[in-house]
């Protein structure tokens, strides 16, 4: 369902018209304002950038300093503030050892 009519929102990010995310993701600011004016298909992207991070850091979801480093990831990936995104090392796939 579209906000206007038949019309989509050009999304923030992609800068495509699409379907809006439509709720806060996440209970902050920052959440709010990604749902109003992400779409899903944007949203669908973070997160399966979000497990890749969580899963190449070895990240602890439950840990306040994860948390940081994954809301400092998502406003790069949604607002590209001249930072990159954290790398990831694809070479290095089915190499780690724990």
């Not at 699409?18 to 209970?27: C, L, R």
């Not at 930072?83 to 694809?90: F, G, M, S």
Request: proline content about 4%.
């Amino acid at each position: 369902m579209a906000l206007f009519g038949n019309d989509k929102f050009k999304c923030a990010r992609c800068g495509q018209k699409n379907e809006p995310i439509g709720f806060a993701p996440v209970p902050t600011e920052l959440g709010q304002k990604i749902g109003d004016e992400m779409c899903k298909d944007c949203w669908a992207e973070w997160q399966k950038k979000q497990m890749q991070l969580i899963n190449h850091f070895g990240l602890d979801v439950s840990n306040p300093d994860s948390h940081q480093f994954l809301f400092d990831n998502m406003k790069i990936f949604f607002y590209n503030e001249g930072v990159d995104l954290a790398q990831i090392d694809t070479s290095q796939e089915g190499k780690v050892n724990w």
